[in-house]
């Protein structure tokens, strides 16, 4: 074998590492998008059960019961969540879920931190706003996250929200 030889088959040879190192560095991507899209999936789904399941419940505390026709009579902004001795899963009312949290661990692969937030909401032009005052509508935000779903250092986490509206036909 002489030098020609000798160096078309390094060339060869570094050429074939550079096309392994390439290939292997995309299966190693595709894995990482692959289980960011399979947790982003598994957090949506658990987002949505915690709509579901408050969307469920009555409107509101004061209208368990009874119908109301005045907005005074609905809880308070500022009283918003669970009575005390209300536990979860044995919430009544959709405004039960304010300040909630719960860990989901029931997975092995991620633990799934859920947040949830309740506020009256009102139509303003084209936008629905939040608002310090009792009104005819709540918005159901529901935030999870998970060290799962972590690309680098930025934290990625899935919103979503709902509204429910009192109605009550006689």
């Known amino acids: 074998m002489n030098t020609g030889q000798l160096l078309l088959t390094m060339g060869g040879m570094f050429l074939l590492a550079m096309v392994v190192l390439r290939v292997n560095n995309n299966f190693l991507r595709t894995s990482d998008i692959m289980y960011s899209t399979k947790y982003g999936v598994l957090a949506t789904s658990l987002a949505t059960s915690i709509i579901e399941e408050a969307s469920g419940k009555k409107f509101d505390a004061n209208t368990d019961t009874t119908s109301l026709d005045d907005v005074d009579d609905l809880t308070a902004p500022a009283s918003l969540g669970h009575a005390w001795g209300e536990q979860y899963p044995f919430f009544n009312d959709f405004d039960d879920f304010n300040n909630f949290t719960k ?68």
């Open 103 to 170: 860990t989901d661990s029931t997975l092995p692969s991620a633990k799934f931190n859920i947040r949830c937030r309740v506020v009256y909401v009102e139509p303003s032009g084209n936008k629905i706003v939040e608002v310090n005052k009792r009104t005819w509508y709540k918005k159901l935000e529901v935030m999870v996250t998970s060290q799962s779903m972590k690309t680098g250092n930025r934290q990625d986490t899935v919103k979503l929200s709902t509204m429910f509206s009192y109605w009550f036909a006689r």
